[in-house]
């Protein structure tokens, strides 16, 4: 049971350059995540999707572009990369918090290490 | 704006001791409160999930209570060991479907 994908696993970019990160779930979780980790910040949310067609900011959404290409796959886009975004990137999805929906429980990929040079 | 916080920030013990990692967050309006482990240069596993409604949740030597209208959470690690250590993250999930995380707990179990 492969839970939560995300590639590449490693990357390195110049400045400018553009690249997407692929995240796909294999749980039939309506509700994805793309957040982003560093040293002293955390974990910061940059969009999500609640549910297949749909997508919204988060915390951190500048340089960013997603798309939900369908229920299992969710994906971040960099159109002009800055060393700013140099970061570890996550994946996560969820069931969702409808009334019904019994498992909201949230599973991470193994993450996407970005530098930007 | 939801702001969990996370004490201690470093933790250091001897095998075999238990010990308890805090969370606490400040608008009480959450649907569940999740614990992960993250592992160093690694993704976070989900550890234990605890559904507002509910008090505790346990798994093997893993207990996490919520108190919701005092805005804490424990995670409650019982006869530690080596390889518990990792970093202890604490989540809230929001009406709004939006996870917050806290700053997370470094724990290190000494053999």
């Known amino acids: 049971n492969a839970g939560v994908t995300q590639t590449p696993k490693f990357q390195v970019l110049k400045t400018g350059q553009s690249m997407t990160l692929q995240c796909a779930q294999d749980?039939?979780?309506?509700?994805m995540y793309w957040y982003r980790q560093d040293p002293g910040m955390g974990l910061r949310l940059i969009y999500y999707s609640a549910s297949e067609g749909t997508t919204d900011k988060g915390e951190v959404p500048n340089g960013y572009n997603v798309s939900r290409l369908n229920k299992r796959e969710f994906s971040l886009r960099l159109e002009s990369a800055a060393p700013s975004q140099t970061s570890v990137y996550f994946c996560?999805?969820?069931?969702?918090?409808?009334?019904?929906?019994?498992?909201?429980?949230?599973?991470f990929g193994q993450g996407t290490r970005l530098t930007v040079v | 704006k939801q702001e969990v916080t996370q004490i201690p920030a470093a933790l250091s013990v001897p095998e075999g001791e238990n010990l308890v990692l805090n969370c606490s967050f400040t608008?009480?309006?959450?649907?569940?409160l999740q614990w992960f482990r993250q592992d160093p240069g690694k993704g976070l596993t989900s550890l234990l999930l605890i559904q507002s409604s509910q008090r505790e949740q346990t798994s093997g030597r893993l207990n996490a209570s919520l108190d919701k209208s005092s805005g804490r959470s424990t995670l409650y690690i019982a006869a530690s060991q080596p390889g518990d250590s990792a970093t202890y993250l604490c989540?809230?999930?929001?009406?709004?479907?939006?996870?917050?995380f806290g700053p997370g707990t470094r724990l290190s179990v000494l053999p």
């Open positions: 608008d009480s309006a959450i649907y569940n």
């Open positions: 996560a999805s969820s069931g969702g918090n409808r009334a019904g929906v019994r498992n909201t429980e949230a599973f």
């Open positions: 989540a809230v999930r929001d009406y709004g479907q939006n996870f917050v």
């Open positions: 749980m039939n979780h309506n509700s």
